[in-house]
């Protein structure tokens, strides 16, 4: 059978899986599909044939995968093979009759070819930084010494004995800062010291103590009783922090030490763009929900913007859920991609006879477990529950979410395990979002849930349990563009079809929509919001004293608040369905005043009235004049102060242009007054020499 130009090989697993052969040819009609029984064992040669073919193919079983993958790398090792699961997702349920709708649709959707994010290396070298409180410290640095090169840091040596051999550097101090990752550590060290080669019962420590040591390392193993050194230690590259009164668990971080030499490369879980993120403006703070919800400590405040280091970064996704422009994007996968997928299951779902689809989003390592003890033991998934895999539950956002409903689920659960607690606010204050849209556009509530169990026959009882709501409307709408255009795709889709289309929706504190409203009486057209503004919801005029506000644009941040000298704008949040919300309305607008001495239009005339007025009978405004320069525009001002024949800015006068006439002029002058006193005083010769 081909799905989209691959190979699809199906196994019903030794008939475990029963297929209806009436409705498998009316949901499959004219796909020519070839039910196998043994494809891993005795129809493998069905298996080799599709791979000698060398065109990209899916197998529908994932529990022998690696015998496939051994067999297709010695037929033909360029021939693409992806695999899926409908076993445990659809075939080996209390409700597998009515399961071929789904199965058509898991099987659909494994043909796509998801983007590879991009990815950060690490080099680690070996050299590993042991760090306890007594001689457990040494025993695990003697431990690791003959794979790795190690460092011994010991915070009390009163009661360690020295080794016969010190085949590896000891030292005393405290740790009173780590940072860094997998084969980037840097470690301050207060209080140390080396231990002195003479110690006899227990080690003896030198007189002269530093602090504020560095030290650098690869790998860090933190065996101290004390907390974690860094935040989120169970997700942090290289840093090692067990339970030292469970054996077991220091013995198995040790053995997965000793592989973490050489060149790593972890994927760059998230894409930053600067150029949209509303966290600051002029050091003014405004968004900082990813600062809040960010579990591992890689995101720091920068100038006016995040940083995000991928190498902290373990991608829970907890800030592109809750990232009010995009600006901060899951990219595993990379794109768009995870809505293609969303939109061809829901699509191959419906349109092969399926009704009231359930979405079960779940992350690839409790959610599968979950499913598969479900499958084996239990009652197994209802027909109409469509499993989603997600590197992790809590990268989903409101985005997701409406999008999700939009295409026609009709419920969502959202499957949280033990790897998320903690983590889980800012999911669900996405989920306070969609259930506010939903309640408020009257499709009902609870249309999104978490479902943090680890039982899996608990879960089953809730996804078997039925629910009275209203039908959601199919969309056809494609998700694109950035976060803001597609949530807007969704949602006029949600507010299209809904049982009440009201206008206005009320959204709960720290939502990405909403308006904002003016004391227009308080404001004085100083425009330091619209200055402030990162999304453009706030413009000027560059030709008259008003501002507009485009309510659509409006993520929330709050920067117009802050920055406002006067605080006469409050954030209301709110969804606005109408036209209004997307068009520009005047806020606040003025006549502007117009200079006295040439006429041009500038500032706002309340203002400077107001300001004439307050300044009026002032000392530094005594004389008429400097009252009128406030009524002068910014040249004429200028102008006016350098008339001034007393301003100290003025110059010398400026003197006369001279010419040669000027000086010959003057010459001839000079010459007949010398000539008119010579005779005066008889001292003309000129007529005796005649």
Same mark, same amino acid.
């Given at each position: 059978m081909k799905i989209n130009d691959k190979n699809v090989l199906v196994c019903d697993c030794e008939g475990t899986i029963k297929f209806d052969k009436k409705a498998l040819s009316k949901v499959f009609k004219g796909m020519d599909l070839e039910i196998n029984t043994h494809l891993c064992r005795s129809q493998i040669e069905n298996f080799s044939k599709s791979v000698s073919e060398g065109k990209p193919m899916v197998v529908a079983c994932t529990q022998e995968a690696p015998f496939f993958i051994e067999k297709a790398a010695e037929i033909e090792p360029s021939t693409n093979v992806s695999y899926t699961n409908i076993r445990e997702r659809a075939g080996w349920s209390d409700d597998a009759k009515g399961s071929l709708p789904k199965i058509k649709a898991l099987?659909?959707?494994?043909?796509?070819?998801?983007?590879?994010?991009?990815?950060?290396?690490?080099?680690?070298?070996?050299?590993?930084?042991?760090?306890? @409180?007594?001689?457990?410290?040494?025993?695990?640095?003697?431990? +690791? *010494?003959?794979? =790795?090169?190690?460092?011994?840091? &010991?915070? %009390?040596?009163?009661?360690?004995?020295?080794?016969?051999?010190? @085949?590896?550097?000891?030292?005393?101090?405290?740790?009173?800062? +780590? *940072?860094?990752? =997998?084969?980037?550590?840097?470690? &301050?060290? %207060?209080?140390?010291?080396?231990?002195?080669?003479?110690?006899?019962?227990?080690?003896?420590?030198?007189?002269?103590?530093?602090?504020?040591?560095?030290?650098?390392?690869?790998?860090?193993?933190?065996?101290?009783?004390?907390?974690?050194?860094?935040?989120?230690?169970?997700?942090?590259?290289?840093?090692?922090?067990?339970?030292?009164?469970?054996?077991?668990?220091?013995?198995?971080?040790?053995?997965?030490?000793?592989?973490?030499?050489?060149?790593?490369?972890?994927?760059?879980?998230?894409?930053?763009?600067?150029?949209?993120?509303?966290?600051?403006?002029?050091?003014?703070?405004?968004?900082s929900r990813c600062l809040d919800v960010c579990p591992t400590g890689a995101i720091t405040s920068g100038n006016d913007e995040v940083v995000i280091n991928p190498y902290i970064c373990a991608g829970c996704g907890s800030c592109a859920s809750v990232c009010p422009t995009g600006a901060a994007k899951y990219e595993l996968p990379a794109g768009?991609?995870?809505?293609?997928?969303?939109?061809?299951?829901?699509?191959?779902?419906?349109?092969?006879?399926?009704?009231?689809?359930?979405?079960?989003?779940?992350?690839?390592?409790?959610?599968?477990?979950?499913?598969?003890?479900?499958?084996?033991?239990?009652?197994?998934?209802?027909?109409?529950?469509?499993?989603?895999?997600?590197?992790?539950?809590?990268?989903?956002?409101?985005?997701?979410?409406?999008?999700?409903?939009?295409?026609?689920?009709?419920?969502?659960?959202?499957?949280?395990?033990?790897?998320n607690v903690g983590e889980t606010d800012g999911l669900l204050g996405q989920i306070d979002l969609i259930e506010a849209i939903s309640s408020g556009l009257s499709y009902g509530e609870n249309r999104v849930s978490i479902i943090d169990l680890i039982d899996p026959d608990a879960l089953a009882e809730?996804?078997?349990?039925?629910?009275?709501?209203?039908?959601?409307?199919?969309?056809?709408?494609?998700?694109?563009?950035?976060?803001?255009?597609?949530?807007?795709?969704?949602?006029?889709?949600?507010?299209?079809?809904?049982?009440?289309?009201?206008?206005?929706?009320?959204?709960?504190?720290?939502?990405?929509?909403?308006?904002?409203?003016?004391?227009?009486?308080?404001?004085?057209?100083?425009l330091s919001c619209v200055s402030a503004c990162p999304t453009g919801a706030l413009k000027d005029n560059p030709d008259a004293p008003q501002f507009t506000f485009t309510e659509t644009n409006c993520v929330q941040c709050g920067l117009c608040k802050t920055i406002c000298p006067e605080s006469v704008i409050t954030l209301k949040p709110r969804y606005n369905f109408t036209d209004e919300g997307r068009s520009a309305k005047i806020v606040k607008e003025e006549d502007p005043f117009e200079c006295v001495k040439c006429g041009k239009p500038f500032g706002v005339k309340s203002s400077i009235s107001k300001m004439v007025e307050q300044l009026t009978g002032h000392s530094m405004f005594s004389d008429e004049n400097a009252l009128d320069?406030?009524?002068?525009?910014?040249?004429?001002?200028?102008?006016?102060?350098?008339?001034?024949?007393?301003?100290?800015?003025?110059?010398?006068?400026?003197?006369?242009?001279?010419?040669?006439?000027?000086?010959?002029?003057?010459?001839d002058e000079l010459r007949e007054e010398a000539s008119d006193f010579i005779k005066e005083q008889g001292l003309d010769r000129s007529e005796d020499e005649v």
């Open positions: 099987l659909t959707e494994s043909t796509l070819d998801a983007p590879l994010a991009t990815s950060v290396s690490m080099t680690s070298e070996g050299s590993v930084l042991v760090y306890g @409180d007594d001689e457990i410290a040494l025993e695990i640095a003697k431990q +690791l *010494s003959s794979r =790795l090169n190690v460092t011994c840091i &010991i915070k %009390d040596t009163k009661d360690v004995m020295p080794p016969r051999l010190m @085949d590896l550097p000891v030292f005393v101090g405290t740790i009173s800062s +780590l *940072s860094g990752h =997998l084969g980037a550590f840097e470690a &301050i060290v %207060d209080k140390y010291a080396p231990v002195q080669v003479s110690s006899r019962t227990n080690f003896e420590m030198g007189q002269q103590k530093t602090d504020g040591v560095k030290l650098n390392a690869d790998l860090v193993v933190d065996v101290s009783t004390d907390e974690a050194l860094v935040t989120a230690p169970e997700k942090r590259d290289g840093y090692f922090h067990p339970d030292i009164g469970n054996p077991m668990l220091v013995q198995k971080a040790l053995f997965e030490i000793t592989d973490l030499v050489g060149e790593f490369e972890k994927p760059r879980y998230i894409k930053y763009d600067p150029e949209i993120c509303v966290h600051a403006r002029s050091t003014q703070v405004g968004c768009n991609f995870i809505y293609e997928r969303l939109k061809l299951l829901l699509d191959t779902y419906s349109e092969s006879g399926g009704e009231n689809a359930i979405l079960l989003v779940h992350d690839t390592r409790h959610g599968e477990d979950m499913i598969s003890v479900m499958a084996r033991m239990g009652r197994g998934l209802p027909a109409n529950v469509l499993p989603f895999a997600v590197n992790e539950v809590t990268q989903i956002g409101f985005d997701f979410m409406s999008v999700a409903l939009g295409y026609g689920a009709e419920k969502i659960y959202i499957l949280t395990g033990p790897g809730v996804l078997y349990d039925k629910f009275d709501l209203p039908p959601m409307a199919k969309g056809d709408f494609i998700a694109m563009g950035g976060k803001r255009e597609i949530v807007n795709l969704a949602v006029n889709h949600l507010h299209e079809h809904a049982p009440s289309p009201v206008d206005l929706v009320a959204l709960p504190t720290g939502a990405p929509f909403g308006t904002i409203e003016v004391n227009t009486d308080g404001c004085t057209l100083c320069r406030i009524k002068m525009c910014p040249d004429c001002r200028v102008v006016d102060i350098f008339d001034e024949p007393d301003t100290p800015l003025a110059g010398a006068p400026k003197p006369k242009t001279r010419t040669a006439d000027n000086y010959l002029k003057e010459r």
